[in-house]
Nanobody, 124 residues
């Protein structure tokens, strides 16, 4: 059973930055496409950013130029650097592996069981 542990969330003012981390207990991470997702209250989960083992990336239009996904294969960890945060970025953020077709389509589907996520709140 793959376990995903997200961390790094918090409360920031608009324009602030946060870096989220997601670690997993398995080296399978190194061979999978990985993605960050978010779900705001009353809204469906959406893909925020994705990364391939070859370090290609994809982003939701709403975060392009502000968020950066990266991965550290030695630590089985994927990161999401979030800059210029806006109130509409407020959500619970999750990471997961993602099928390649879903990565291409920026679909909000994960491959493994979801972790608990980490709350990001952007408010003045």
């Amino acid at each position: 059973q793959v376990q995903l542990m997200e961390s790094g969330g918090g409360s920031v003012q608009p324009g602030g930055s946060l870096r989220l981390s997601c670690s997993t207990s398995t080296s399978i991470f190194n061979r999978n496409h990985m993605a960050w997702y978010r779900q705001a209250p009353g809204k469906e989960r959406e893909l925020v950013a994705g990364s391939t083992p070859g370090d290609s990336t994809t982003y939701a239009d709403s975060v392009k130029g502000r968020f950066t996904i990266s991965r550290d294969t030695a630590k089985n960890t994927v990161y999401l650097q979030m800059n210029s945060l806006k109130p509409e970025d407020t959500a619970v953020y999750y990471c997961n592996a993602i099928r390649y077709n879903d990565y291409l389509g920026k679909a909000p589907f994960g491959l493994w069981d979801w972790g608990q996520g980490t709350q990001v709140t952007v408010s003045s």
